[in-house]
């Protein structure tokens, strides 16, 4: 059953990959997959109650991503139809592709160490829209958007969920792994920028040419305002709530949800309804993009197969007695990471290395939060910020492989490199 689930796993990847030749959604494949290997999974197993709870358990992982998504994705609609974004848009005078690439990325690594990686591509993915009119050019700093967004989630303890899930499980120490990995993590976004810079020298930034729908009267500049600040504190709050109150992330952004549809409705109450009907949230719902949360629920429950018949710790298991060196293995568990989800990976490398053994922040600890990171990055779907990605800007999987795979698996590298040097300087 294992090797039939392995096989069928490796097939509904590939035909995510070949989306485009195929003329086949991605989210279709991914849906299909899930739905088979769990219905080969729950034959095989012949154990109903198992696979029931083992679905269920997996579903609510599951769940909590996409209702954290759906949420932040509708947030950043309702700013977007007030074009509240215009408050950041309006100060961004660079006319340098290159320069709006540096300033872009840099923001970028900065708020998701803050929010988190998810997040922050979500909003940074949409600023874009606002700032150039090429969709080549969209594409190409949505992909370095990635690459910043995961770079700068790795050294935080919010800014990641696998460097989360280290902290909260007591393998790292917040001022630890901000200490170890803040240096490892800029260098992996410095250096795809800088190789991207160059390519982009000379060229210029094309704004978009103001649309209908942009008109001052459709929202006024207090309304503008009210709403950009309102979603943006709602969104950095979320990690204080879960800090706070110990609840899920998704918690906080259907609570804050509930409070920006509350003051939409409270600040058009007066306007006529073909006025307000484009500034309402029941409209931002409506344009939030289902296909990729759809997608997104496919990856994650087919991966949940391969994490429930153990073949993600029998591999963690194999390079342990094959490759033997820690370091080596790390490596290699980030690549996989831009392969399959690295919740289950790191998740499988917990379970393997005992705290007793390896104390908080010891050096296999912070490598794996650096790795399991930014790895995510070397593939559009390695992380929950590609996947954001993907589904906001209509990247291929291909794009992406043939254009943002290098300059991200170049700059994982080259993290990695500064982290042992470092931590053999330091030791």
Known sequence: MTTTLVTLFVLCYLAIAMEHPLQVNKSASALIGAGLLWTIYAVGLGDPHAVGEQLGESLMGTAQIVFFLMGAMTIVEVVDAHNGFGVVTSRIKTTRLASLMWLIAGVTFVLSAILDNLTTTIVMVSLLRKLLARHEDRLLLAGIIVIAANSGGAWSPIGDVTTTMLWIGGQVSSLGIIQALWLPSLVSMLVPLGVTAWLLRGREVEAPASSALDAPHQSSAFERKLMFFLGLAILVAVPAFKT????????????????????????????????????????????IDMASLLFFVGILLAVATLEHTHVLRALAGWLDTTVGRQDLIVLIIGIASAIVDNVPLVAASMGMYSLATYPTDHFLWEFLAYCAGTGGSILIIGSAAGVAAMGLERIQFGWYLKNISALALLGYLAGAGTYLVQHRLLS
């Not at 509930?258 to 003051?263: C, N």
């Not at 409705?265 to 309402?280: A, P, V």
């Open 244 to 287: 706070l109150t110990h609840l899920p992330p998704f918690m906080g952004i259907l609570l804050g949800l509930g409070v920006l549809w509350l003051v939409g409705d409270l600040l058009h109450r007066h306007k006529d309804e073909e006025d307000k009907q484009r500034l309402t949230l029941t409209h931002a719902l409506s344009k």
